[in-house]
C-alpha cells in the first residue's frame, strides 16, 4: 500500500512539474503522451524506469531560460583587454556580434573556429568572450571522440540509453545561450560506430541548429542562441564540410615582446598568487623573462614560459620558508640560471659560418614556426638523387622540381652541364626521426644545391621560403606569420619570400618588420643574388643575357626589394 501512495505521490508530483514547465509545443505534447503511459503502468516495471527518466530529461532541460546578455559594447571591449593581450580579430568579431545583437531582437549566434598553436589562448579566450558578453559558459572536449552517439545520443530502445554530450551540457548549464565551447575539433575521429565530424554538422549549421534532433529526445531543441566556438591546432584536420559551416579565425604565435608583455602583465601575478607568494617581495626583471623566453621556452604560445615562471616562485616559496626574516627577492637574468638550470637552447638557432651547400629554410607546424636546415652535398657518381631526413612525397617532388631548374639553367650559372649524369647529388634535412613535408622548402634546396654546385657559400643570417616550380618561379604558401617570427626567434636578419605573400606582411608586428630584411621575389632567379656569397668581380650569371628580373638587384645593391 505504501509503495502505491509513494507512486501516486510521485505521479502528483511529476504532474505538478510539467504545468509548470515552459517547452516546446512538440516537446510538450511528447511529456503528456509518456506521461498518460506512464499513469498506466505498474511502477516498479523496467519500461516505467525508462519512461519516467525520460519525461525528467525532457522536464530539466532548459528549453527558453536564457542569461541576460550584455549590451554595452564598451564594458564588453574593457573586459576582453583585461584578460588577452593582442588577438585583436577575434575580439573585433566579438565586438561586432555584440553590436549586431543590439540592434535586431534575434540573432542567430555566430560559429566561431579559434585555430592556433598550443598555448596561445583560444579556450581562455573562449571563456572570456562568455564574460563579455554576460553568458554562462560550457566546455566540451571532443578529443578522442570515435562514436557518433556521443554528440546524438543513444535510441531510447537501448538499454542505459542517454542524451548526447551537446544536450547534457546544455541541462548542466541550465540556459539555452551559453557561449559553448566545442575543443579539439580537429582531434576527432571514426570507427564503425559513424563519424562523430557528420553529426557536428547539423550542430554547427546555423540553418539548421534551430530544430536540433537528438536520438534520445526524439524532439526537436533549439540550438540557435548558443555562441558555438571551436578551437582547432591545424585545419587540415577538420573535415571540409565542418570548415565550411565554420568562420575560420586564426591565433597565431606571438612576437618575443608579445610573450615580455603578457608575462608582465598577467602570467607573473598570477604564478605569484598562485605560489602564496602575493605578500612577499618578488620581483622578475625584464631581462629575467626575456632570458626565459629565449633559453628555456621554444614555442608560439606561452604554456611552457607559464610553467618555468611557475617553478621559480615554487622554489622561491622555499626559500621564504627557510628564512625567518622578510627578504625581497628579485629574479634577474643570472638568477634565472640558479631556479632552472643551464639553458636548453641556443639564443641564436642560426648556423656560426657561411657555409656551401647549407642553406636556412622555414616550416610551419602545428606548434608554430621552425627553422629547417637544407644540406646538399656532391659526390663523384652515377647521377642518383637521393633524399633522406623523412621526407613526404609532396617534399621529394619538390627537390626533383629543383633539379630540373637547375638542369634548364646550367650554362647561365656556369656549371658542368652533365652534372645530372656524373655526380651523385644528396639533398638531406637534420632531425631526421621527425617526417617532413610540403612545396615551400622548394627555393631553399633550390638555393642549396646551386651553393654546392657552384661551391659558393650562402649566407647564415639569411631564411627563405616558396614553392619552386620547373621554370623558376615562386609561388605563395601558407603559415607566412608563425614562419616569419620563428625567423626572427632564430637571430635570422633577412627572409626571402615569394612576393604573393605580400599581404600577409600586415599580420606581421611593426617591431619584427623593423629588425629582419624581407625581400620579395618572384623568380628563383631573384633569389640567388641574395642568398649567394661571391667573390669580388665574380658574378652569378655568366653570361649576357642575364634574367630581366635580375639586372636591377645585380647592378644596383641598393634597389634590392625590401620592406623594413
Known amino acids: 500500500i505504501g509503495t502505491e501512495d509513494d507512486h501516486s505521490d510521485e505521479l502528483k508530483d511529476l504532474e505538478k512539474r510539467i504545468k509548470r514547465k515552459r517547452m516546446s509545443k512538440e516537446a510538450a505534447g511528447k511529456v503528456r503522451h509518456e506521461f498518460k503511459k506512464l499513469k498506466m503502468m505498474t511502477p516498479m516495471s523496467a519500461e516505467a524506469t525508462v519512461v519516467r527518466t525520460y519525461i525528467d530529461w525532457l522536464l530539466s532541460l532548459p528549453w527558453f531560460a536564457r542569461s541576460n546578455v550584455r549590451q554595452n559594447l564598451e564594458e564588453a571591449d574593457i573586459i576582453l583587454n583585461e584578460d588577452h593581450y593582442g588577438l585583436e580579430k577575434p575580439k573585433e568579431r566579438i565586438l561586432e556580434y555584440l553590436a549586431v545583437q543590439s540592434l535586431v531582437?534575434?540573432?542567430?549566434g555566430p560559429i566561431l573556429c579559434f585555430v592556433g598553436p598550443p598555448g596561445v589562448g583560444k579556450t581562455s579566450l573562449a571563456k572570456s568572450v562568455a564574460r563579455a558578453t554576460g553568458r554562462k559558459f560550457i566546455r566540451l572536449s571532443l578529443g578522442g571522440v570515435r562514436d557518433e552517439a556521443e554528440i546524438r545520443g543513444h535510441r531510447r530502445t537501448y538499454i542505459g540509453a542517454m542524451p548526447g554530450k551537446i544536450i547534457q551540457s546544455l541541462k548542466k548549464v541550465g540556459v539555452?545561450?551559453?557561449?559553448?565551447?566545442?575543443?579539439?575539433?580537429?582531434?576527432?575521429?571514426m570507427d564503425f560506430r559513424g563519424d562523430p565530424s557528420a553529426a557536428l554538422l547539423e550542430v554547427l549549421d546555423p540553418e539548421q541548429n534551430y530544430g536540433f534532433n537528438d536520438h534520445y529526445l526524439d524532439v526537436d531543441y533549439d540550438l540557435s542562441d548558443i555562441l558555438f566556438i571551436t578551437t582547432a591546432n591545424t585545419l587540415p584536420e577538420i573535415p571540409l564540410p565542418l570548415q565550411d559551416r565554420m568562420e575560420i579565425i586564426r591565433l597565431p604565435g606571438y612576437a618575443e615582446y608579445e610573450k615580455y608583455f603578457i608575462a608582465r602583465d598577467f602570467l607573473i601575478s598570477k604564478q605569484i598568487e598562485m605560489n602564496g607568494l602575493k605578500d612577499k617581495?618578488?620581483?622578475?626583471?625584464?631581462?629575467?623573462?626575456?632570458?626565459?623566453?629565449?633559453?628555456?621556452?621554444?614555442?608560439?604560445?606561452?604554456?611552457?614560459?607559464?610553467?618555468?615562471?611557475?617553478?621559480?616562485?615554487?622554489?622561491?616559496?622555499?626559500?621564504?620558508?627557510?628564512?625567518?626574516?622578510?627578504?625581497?627577492?628579485?629574479?634577474?637574468?643570472?638568477?634565472?640560471?640558479?631556479?632552472?638550470?643551464?639553458?636548453?637552447?641556443?639564443?641564436?638557432?642560426?648556423?656560426e659560418e657561411d657555409q656551401i651547400g647549407l642553406v636556412t629554410g622555414l616550416a610551419w607546424t602545428h606548434v608554430g614556426g621552425e627553422l629547417l636546415c637544407i644540406e646538399t652535398l656532391i659526390m663523384p657518381g652515377k647521377g642518383k638523387l637521393i633524399m633522406t631526413g623523412k621526407l613526404g612525397d609532396v617534399m621529394k617532388e619538390s627537390a626533383?622540381?629543383?633539379?630540373s631548374y637547375v638542369r634548364s639553367r646550367t650554362e647561365l650559372l656556369d656549371i658542368d652541364t652533365k652534372f645530372y649524369k656524373e655526380f651523385d647529388i644528396h639533398i638531406h634535412i637534420p632531425e631526421g626521426a621527425i617526417p617532413k613535408d610540403g612545396p615551400s622548402a622548394g627555393i631553399s634546396m633550390c638555393t642549396s644545391l646551386v651553393s654546392a654546385l657552384t661551391k659558393r657559400p650562402v649566407y647564415n643570417n639569411i631564411a627563405m621560403t616558396g614553392e619552386i616550380t620547373l621554370r623558376g618561379r615562386v609561388l605563395s604558401i601558407g603559415g607566412m606569420k608563425e614562419k616569419i617570427l620563428a625567423a626572427h626567434r632564430g637571430g635570422v636578419k633577412k627572409i626571402v619570400i615569394p612576393k604573393e605573400n605580400e599581404k600577409d606582411l600586415k599580420d606581421i608586428p611593426a617591431t619584427v618588420l623593423k629588425e629582419v630584411e624581407i625581400v620579395l621575389v618572384e623568380h628563383m632567379d631573384e633569389v640567388l643574388p641574395h642568398a649567394l656569397i661571391l667573390d669580388e668581380g665574380d658574378k652569378i650569371f655568366q653570361e649576357d643575357d642575364i634574367p630581366l628580373e635580375i639586372m636591377p638587384k645585380e647592378i644596383d645593391q641598393e634597389q634590392r626589394p625590401s620592406l623594413i
Open 281 to 351: 617581495n618578488l620581483h622578475f626583471s625584464k631581462n629575467a623573462v626575456l632570458t626565459i623566453t629565449r633559453r628555456y621556452t621554444r614555442e608560439s604560445g606561452v604554456r611552457n614560459l607559464e610553467r618555468e615562471i611557475s617553478s621559480i616562485c615554487r622554489k622561491i616559496a622555499r626559500e621564504v620558508l627557510k628564512k625567518k626574516e622578510s627578504t625581497i627577492f628579485k629574479v634577474t637574468a643570472k638568477s634565472v640560471q640558479r631556479y632552472l638550470g643551464p639553458p636548453r637552447f641556443k639564443e641564436i638557432q642560426i648556423e
Open 400 to 403: 626533383q622540381a629543383a633539379v
Open 105 to 108: 531582437k534575434k540573432i542567430r
Open 176 to 189: 539555452n545561450n551559453p557561449v559553448f565551447c566545442l575543443d579539439e575539433v580537429d582531434k576527432m575521429s
